[in-house]
């Protein structure tokens, strides 16, 4: 049964630590999508990335926040330094790229933050 | 900017009856309208999504209505379970670019 696979699953830390967050794509799957989730402002687009390529990073904080894809099988989100406002529920998606049929995303289990 | 509106943000629902959710999108280049159900502790899955060619497209007793002209689209669950319970998302996105926008999320509760 094939998932997005989200570690860790929690993680606290404290205000300046850095903290990295990684996701494993569905195998064969070339888009990654990294959304925060709060209860202010819902499901918000943080980055995306097509074959590996950063297409769109516009929704993060380019100051603290960075996300890679080292390679086809590992996506990462970085928070250096953490911040309590951080705090927040941290979701990957993979899906196959643009063209009918292929719009689906598949989520992860997310990663809860909490920075004290 | 919040392109993907959605309303209302928590509905209570006694078993049995219909719900419904409505969304509305400014975007007209949105050619693909999702819904997705999470449950706590889950991420969101896919529910139900559905074209502009169409105004209606029907899962089992999960419904989209689409008004292409009004740029609305809403979910119906007929006769709701206690199980349907969780967080429903409209969302847009255009075919030729993966993007996905997500509206601000509806919390529905069924009790018996």
């Known amino acids: 049964d094939a998932r997005v696979t989200q570690t860790p699953r929690h993680k606290v830390t404290e205000m300046g630590q850095e903290v990295t967050m990684r996701c494993q794509p569905i195998?064969?799957?070339?888009?990654v999508f990294w959304y925060r989730q709060t209860m202010m402002q819902g499901l918000e687009l943080l980055a995306y990335?097509?074959?590996?390529?950063?297409?769109?990073d516009s929704g993060m904080p380019k100051d603290r926040f960075s996300a890679e894809m080292p390679d086809a099988t590992l996506a990462t989100l970085k928070i250096q330094p953490s911040e309590p406002r951080d705090s927040a529920v941290y979701f990957c998606?993979?899906?196959?790229?643009?063209?009918?049929?292929?719009?689906?995303?598949?989520f992860g289990s997310g990663t809860q933050l909490s920075v004290l | 900017q919040q392109q993907v509106k959605q309303s209302p943000q928590s509905l209570i629902v006694q078993k049995g009856g219909i719900s419904i959710i409505n969304c509305a999108y400014e975007?007209?280049?949105?050619?693909?309208f999702p819904w997705y159900q999470q449950f706590p502790g889950k991420g969101p899955a896919l529910l139900i999504a559905?074209?502009?060619?169409?105004s209606e497209k029907k899962e089992g007793r999960f419904t989209i209505s689409f008004n292409k002209s009004a740029k609305q689209f809403s979910l119906h669950i007929m006769d709701s379970q206690p199980g349907d319970s969780a967080t429903y998302f409209c969302?847009?996105?255009?075919?030729?670019?993966?993007?996905?926008?997500f509206g601000p999320g509806t919390s529905l509760s069924v009790i018996p």
């Open positions: 559905i074209r502009p060619d169409v």
């Open positions: 998606a993979s899906g196959l790229s643009a063209g009918p049929g292929n719009e689906k995303l598949f």
């Open positions: 990335f097509r074959n590996r390529a950063p297409l769109d």
């Open positions: 975007n007209t280049a949105f050619d693909y």
């Open positions: 969302a847009a996105s255009k075919t030729s670019y993966d993007k996905v926008i």
């Open positions: 195998l064969g799957h070339n888009t």
